[in-house]
């Protein structure tokens, strides 16, 4: 028995050596934390919370602290019954692709036409209602334990692509002993690791693997190890829930390249991103960026008294409040591409806004730029088209843009009301009195039978309070601005004080009326001209000679038309002859005047290609027959032709 007890020690130190080395060359920060972590136990500096304890020829999980086990069963047992649970269907996934009201066929929108066909052809062509895939791509593991399941359902599905999410850094350590996890690796496959991370860097390990073979990203199959882990698995929902890639897409690109054309041929004037870094306009002044959040009710008032120790940038959407409170602000940002945004910024008093400025993304609807003809504005690149201007980037949140864009003229004393990602506490208003829109939520809804919904009613963490309810579609606006900040922090050095009485922001320093009520007794009036700060960091530019660009998407149109024509083998043969176009378009695209020519392609290809995977990747009759083949390269063949013909259009 000690013989073998001594065995089993030798083989749990073997495979914990095997997996320190597969960190440390594939993670080194979770190799380093590790040893950090052993290092500090075996010094008592810290105390173990759990011990890995042998139990009846099984392993388990002791939680030191309670004397109670973490599986309570065999592990082994319990690992085989998860693998035998786990199949090639839909079972245990996140399905992707935007369904209609039967919850069965599949939708598109005139956002992305040119992918409709390929739509159309699998409602017609694919029983949509009973789906086996012949191989797993895609596969998230929220909670590790030991990891036996892990490898049985490893070894099951044999997934290409892998996330394993634990929020205990000591549970991982101890499963080192015992799970292997170089085998997820193998093959040529990919491992992704999120230990113990916060939420925001999880999010962005969460973002590398949905970004890997994006192409993919059609279903995910997933597996919640304890209940415990549920909000995991809700984050990651919230994730993709959010950023679909049909969210993005690529005709809205190339309507903004034709709306970006427009600003330039009227001679607006651009924001020059390149000389910010020398011109940091708004370095060392006090800027208050008021958004359209209900908590900005409670300031209205000590807003206007104060508004003349501010530079004061505001959304779109609460101009007109402003207005009636006499409250003038410095810039006003817009950046929705909606024509709505022309009833926002149409103010009573055609005096109010001429001594301030306009901030405009270049995918403005032309009608809103002819409500402001009189005032200052100026455009910034909603895509880099002109990459001498350089980018100050783009999000879809117009106040987290308002912040993004303070930071980039140099703020480093910024103060935020309204950016609350809540509603009011009492009454369910997502915004401001007095707003241009309105929208109230029933704060009574509860979790909808457990199917995770959009309004369901969520309790967080409050900015100045312990505890505020919001819902997961205002949620986003929270993880908007964490994502930013923390981007922008790499670069930028700048403080930001939150006023608002909604959530907690990460990276948002938490201020409460009395402080800063008592801190505006020292701050001094701005001596500022907007208007001219900004002509010092604005250009209006020349029309670029796109000719040559139009040669090069003649030649690729040519070359797609007569791939048309192309003889295809069998299904390796049409995803070789597909690949090898796709990167000689790419090429291509290279030589262009813009990056941008090329971007369109990409996101045309990765919106499309997550249609014809899905389909080569079902286990069903006729799937990939010759003639289906020939049918599927048609339609993606003339779906490239079409955006190839669109990009000509607006370029010429």
Avoid at 238 to 259: C, H, T
Avoid at 551 to 570: F, Q, R, W, Y
Avoid at 592 to 612: A, C, K, P, R
């Amino acid at each position: 028995m000690e013989k073998e007890l001594e065995d089993l020690s030798s083989t749990l130190l073997s495979i914990y050596q095997k997996n320190l080395e597969f960190l440390k060359e594939n993670f080194e920060d979770i190799f380093n934390r590790v040893n950090t972590l052993s290092d500090d136990i075996n010094s008592n500096k810290i105390k173990e919370k759990y011990s890995l304890e042998y139990r009846d020829e099984y392993f388990d999980i002791l939680n030191i602290k309670d004397n109670s086990w973490f599986y309570g069963t065999n592990t082994y047992e319990d690992a085989d019954n998860r693998a035998k649970n786990s199949n090639f269907t839909k079972d245990g996934s996140l399905d992707l692709l935007r369904k209609g009201a039967d919850g069965i066929s599949l939708v598109g929108s005139e956002s992305y036409k040119d992918v409709m066909p390929v739509i159309d052809y699998i409602n017609t062509n694919i029983d949509l209602k009973n789906i086996e895939f012949r191989k797993i791509y895609k596969y998230v593991f929220m909670g590790i334990g030991l990891g036996s399941h892990l490898h049985e359902i490893n070894k099951k599905l044999d997934p290409f692509t892998t996330l394993i999410i634990e929020p205990e850094l000591e549970i991982f350590r101890l499963s080192l002993f015992i799970t292997d996890y170089s085998i997820f690796t193998e093959g040529n496959k990919n491992l992704f690791l999120s230990i113990e991370e916060d939420k925001l860097n999880r999010t962005n390990t969460i973002e590398e693997f949905y970004n890997y073979h994006n192409y993919m990203n059609y279903n995910i199959k997933h597996h919640l190890l304890i209940q415990n882990y549920k909000y995991l698995e809700e984050e990651l929902i919230d994730y993709f829930d959010n950023n679909a890639v049909g969210f993005f897409p690529y005709s809205m690109v190339i309507e903004n390249i034709f709306r970006t054309k427009n600003y330039v041929k009227n001679n607006d004037r651009f924001i020059d991103a390149t000389v910010l870094k020398d011109k940091p306009i708004l370095k060392d002044k006090k800027v208050l960026i008021i958004a359209a959040g209900p908590s900005l009710d409670n300031y209205i008032d000590w807003i206007e008294e104060h508004q003349d120790k501010f530079i004061i940038i505001c959304v779109d959407v609460i101009l007109r409040k402003l207005e009636k409170n006499n409250i003038v602000p410095d810039m006003v940002v817009s950046i929705d591409p909606s024509y709505l945004c022309a009833k926002y910024l149409t103010v009573e008093n055609k005096d109010f806004l001429k001594d301030s400025t306009i901030v405009f993304l270049s995918q403005q609807d032309k009608s809103v730029l002819e409500v402001v003809k009189d005032y200052k504005y100026y455009i910034a690149q909603s895509v880099m088209l002109f990459e001498e201007l350089g980018y100050l980037g783009s999000v879809n949140n117009v106040g987290t843009y308002s912040f993004m864009i303070s930071v980039h003229f140099g703020a480093n004393e910024i103060y935020t009301i309204g950016n609350d990602a809540a509603f009011n506490q009492k009454t369910g208003n997502r915004y401001s009195a007095d707003s241009s829109f309105t929208q109230i939520e029933n704060i009574n809804i509860l979790d909808n039978n457990n199917l995770i919904s959009s309004s369901d009613i969520l309790e967080v963490e409050g900015n100045l309070k312990s505890i505020v309810k919001t819902n997961r579609s205002l949620l986003p606006f929270k993880e908007s601005f964490e994502s930013t900040a923390y981007a922008l922090k790499k670069t930028y050095n700048f403080e930001v004080y939150n006023l608002s009485d909604g959530v907690k922001i990460d990276g948002f320093i938490p201020l409460t009326y009395d402080d800063i009520n008592s801190e505006i007794l020292t701050f001094s009036k701005k001596e500022n001209n907007i208007q001219e700060l900004m002509d010092s960091i604005s250009v209006v530019i020349e029309m670029p000679d796109f000719n040559e660009d139009i040669k090069i998407i003649n030649g690729i149109l040519l070359k797609v038309k007569n791939n048309k024509t192309s003889k295809i083998k069998n299904r390796n043969d049409f995803l070789q002859k597909k690949l090898d176009l796709m990167l000689w378009i790419l090429e291509q695209s290279k030589t262009m005047s813009s990056g941008l020519f090329g971007n369109i392609f990409l996101l045309y290809t990765e919106l499309v290609d997550i249609y014809i995977n899905f389909i080569l990747n079902l286990d069903q009759k006729d799937n990939d027959i010759k003639s289906t083949l020939i049918k599927i390269n048609n339609i993606w063949s003339d779906g490239v032709i079409n955006v190839l013909k669109d990009m000509k259009r607006v370029i010429k």
